[in-house]
């Protein structure tokens, strides 16, 4: 289930959240200022219970009795006054501590690299953008309110006893180690519970997301019961853990509220000793038995407010954790306007995982104009290695070349603007046709070009049967369209990007015979003045490629022309040999094997 994280260091969590918070400090101090005046008007209230009782009940001073009501009145328009201006600009520091902290990680997860993606689920990665943060929300707004006027009107109440009797309020003092101890030890239990909470709720996020996503898989394949058990067991285990972090936080306030209880009665009955010896008067007394009792409220809330913090903390935490993975490195120089497109691989290794090499000793090279094909079975090695030319791994061994110059000594925005992708998994934004077409270049991209560019990739047909034409959103994903009409718009958007690169990774798979023949002749056309690379398992549509490299294992194993490789009788006139049984071709190539 969740993994167990270590706690990081709370004085560092607190001094980076100090860093968002500092920007806010005028909001803060006007939040601190009303704060101090709310409290301070409810501790002068307990204050006022000594004349009121002394002057007003027992002396019936008429005159004090006829401002007094007045006074009461005025002093809590005031109070509710400050209490809207401290939970006000609390509330805006707060949320913007927020926003600023969801804009950093949404930000980051631009910078991050593929290996990120590739270990984390997007349902984690959601729950701390959403979550986390609204977790440190929660805590930062709750907290500082509760905080500011929590001990501002402790410090109120204590004046106030301590100016009817220093005594009896030394003597409340002694429970402050106790309520210390009990604080000490909910809070560890609490940060530790609150991290595995966010690691659930993580799991919770994830599941339902890919079951969302998945739902046709998962009712095709009657997985409903198996994922219902699964998400439940989340839930519960969820619950647990929430119900575990409610027990830690009410045994604690107990505990304070029980050992505050114990103190108070032990001052009362001394303060009855010393009234026996007139040293309080009547609302003397009742005015320090009221600032003990109102005492309690705010001990309560800074046992409660502890909790919340150390939930905040943990958020902060996951927080911090995405922001501080390392990013894309980009560290080159190289400034590349348009490349001529001249590639080269020179003893590349690479492995996703340490012990897993997928790449062995792969070198190659491609003249700008080269139309290349890389053929081979599947899990061979040919996304990946496309992959590695916009540098989305780095970690290879051996060099990669364009136009003569290793990949890293590029600016990696210049470097990628060199290459249009259709990769194998199309994504497609929940946006207009229009806006997918033209993903990455909206400004410049005008209607005619878009219109160009879907012409050309034969998806006009389509897009003028849609409702609204360019304007259909296309939904997640592009679920409302077909698998060949996706593609479709992914090669208009490779087209319109103009890259001097072109990348086809599997581009036209989905299609039907005839729409691939008339993509591939726009293909054609637009290959003519650049780079082209193109994967493909449909032997037929690389044929003409000017190079074709096939695959074996994640080793190169052959390379060489349509002819050349049939002439060879290996690898490539096996594969083809497979597909084409039925031409004449085959005969062809068995006659040049014999
Ligand atoms: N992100 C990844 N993390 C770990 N391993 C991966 C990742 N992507 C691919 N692999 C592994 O690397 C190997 C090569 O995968 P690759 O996608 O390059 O194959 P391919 O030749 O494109 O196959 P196909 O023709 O099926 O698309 C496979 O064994 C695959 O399991
Ligand atoms: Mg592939």
Avoid at 149 to 160: E, K, T
Avoid at 344 to 371: A, E, R, T
Avoid at 406 to 423: I, K, N
Avoid at 436 to 442: E, H, K, L, T
Wanted: overall charge neutral; charged content about 20%; some cysteine.
């Amino acid at each position: 289930m969740a993994q167990t994280r270590q706690l990081t260091n709370a004085m560092q969590v607190y001094a980076r959240l100090f860093v968002y918070i500092r920007r806010h400090w005028l909001a803060l101090l006007i939040a601190v200022m009303a704060s101090m005046i709310y409290s301070g008007i409810d501790a002068w209230f307990i204050y006022f219970l000594k004349p009121l009782l002394n002057k007003g009940l027992v002396q019936k001073d008429a005159h004090f009795l006829s401002w007094a009501p007045w006074l009461v009145v005025l002093v809590f328009m005031l109070r509710g006054v400050a209490s809207f201006f401290s939970n006000y600009h609390i509330a805006s520091a707060s949320r913007s501590v927020i926003m600023a902290l969801r804009q950093d990680l949404f930000a980051k997860l631009q910078r991050l690299p593929a290996r990120y993606y590739d270990h984390h689920t997007s349902g984690h990665v959601l729950s701390v953008l959403l979550y986390s943060v609204e977790q440190v929300a929660h805590a930062s707004a709750d907290v500082l309110t509760t905080a500011v006027q929590s001990s501002f009107l402790i410090i109120g109440l204590l004046v106030v006893m301590f100016s009817i009797s220093w005594k009896l309020s030394l003597l409340y003092f002694i429970i402050i180690p106790l309520i210390t101890i009990v604080m000490r030890i909910t809070s560890l239990r609490v940060r530790r519970l609150s991290l595995r909470i966010q690691d659930s709720v993580a799991e919770l996020s994830h599941n339902a997301e890919e079951n969302i996503e998945g739902y046709k898989v998962v009712r095709a394949f009657a997985g409903q019961d198996y994922e219902i058990d699964k998400f439940n067991r989340l839930a519960r285990f969820n619950r647990q853990q929430e119900m575990k972090v409610v027990a830690a936080r009410a045994i604690s306030v107990s505990a304070v509220q029980l050992i505050a209880a114990a103190a108070l009665s032990v001052t009362l009955y001394i303060a009855t000793l010393d009234i026996a010896g007139s040293v309080l008067t009547a609302g003397g007394f009742v005015a320090i038995v009221g600032a003990m009792l109102a005492l309690l409220k705010p001990m309560k809330d800074l046992t409660t407010m502890q909790n919340k913090l150390y939930r905040g903390l943990a958020g902060a935490q996951s927080v911090f954790e995405v922001l501080d993975e390392p990013q894309e490195s980009d560290l080159g120089h190289g400034v590349l306007q348009r490349a001529r497109g001249h590639i080269c691989f020179d003893h590349v290794n690479f492995s996703y995982h340490v012990d897993k090499p997928v790449l062995h000793d792969v070198s190659f090279s491609v003249q700008p104009g080269d139309i290349i094909a890389l053929v081979g079975r599947s899990g061979s090695g040919k996304s990946t290695i496309v992959s590695l030319l916009p540098r989305f791994y780095e970690d290879y061994t051996g060099q990669i070349y364009l136009d003569d110059k290793p990949l890293c000594e590029y600016r990696l925005a210049d470097l990628r603007r060199q290459f249009a992708a259709v990769s194998q998994h199309i994504t497609l934004f929940h946006d207009t046709v229009a806006n997918n077409i033209a993903y990455g270049s909206f400004e410049k991209a005008s209607q005619q070009q878009i219109y160009e560019a879907a012409r050309a990739a034969h998806a006009l047909e389509f897009i003028e049967q849609l409702p609204q034409g360019f304007d259909t959103f296309v939904g997640e994903n592009g679920v409302l369209l077909s698998g060949g009409q996706r593609q479709r718009i992914a090669i208009a958007r490779a087209i319109l990007k103009d890259a001097p690169i072109l990348i086809l990774d599997e581009a036209t798979s989905s299609l039907d015979t005839e729409s691939e023949r008339h993509i591939q002749d726009a293909l054609d056309g637009l290959m003519k003045s650049r780079t082209t690379l193109v994967i493909a398992h449909r032997l037929s549509t690389v044929e003409h490629a000017t190079s074709i490299i096939v695959m074996d294992q994640g080793r190169v194993v052959e390379i060489g022309n349509h002819a050349e490789l049939l002439a060879l009788n290996q690898h490539y006139a096996r594969l083809y040999r497979m597909q084409f049984k039925d031409l004449p071709v085959e005969r062809e190539s068995d006659a040049v094997s014999s």
